[in-house]
């Protein structure tokens, strides 16, 4: 990637950090509703929201990441997400606390993910992008979940089909 290369992303908050994931990889950001619970998931694991008549694994992203959970408001919403794995695509609702904008960052501005100690695992982070007022994380959605737990958030999606 030259420096001079830029990357577009949808940034979204978690609390006071801001995270981002590839515009590429974001299909549609919904409007927050109650997810139709699964028995015996991973606690994160919220149910599955329509889409469309499609059903979609939804995943509360604060517990996933180690953040407590919060009352949704008016502003939380579901980012409906691909999730590259190594033998398909998984399609993943992510409900955040708030989306934010499409931001432009040059390649350049990205810096390696820094081993942030015990809040966040560094290998969800793609990179660091400074701004004024603070930082941006890149979300490496690939490295999001394991193989074990992507076969998981992917079962119920296909019982429902």
Known sequence: MSEAEEIQAVTFGL????FAVPVALVREILDYREAFHIPNGPDYLL?????RGQGISTIDFRIKLGLPPVTPTPATRILVIDVPLSDRVLVLGL???RVLEVSTFR??????????????????????????GGF???????RIFS?????????PRAAAA
Request: net charge negative.
């Open 147 to 155: 193989d074990e737990e992507a076969v998981t958030l992917a079962g």
């Open 95 to 97: 409900v955040v606390d």
């Open 47 to 51: 149910g599955l929201t329509d889409m």
């Open 136 to 142: 941006v994380v890149m979300v490496n959605v690939a």
């Open 15 to 18: 609390g006071a950090e801001i």
């Open 107 to 132: 390649a350049d501005q990205v810096e390696a993910a820094p081993d942030i100690g015990v809040r966040w695992s560094s290998d969800y982070i793609g990179g660091v992008v400074r701004r004024a």
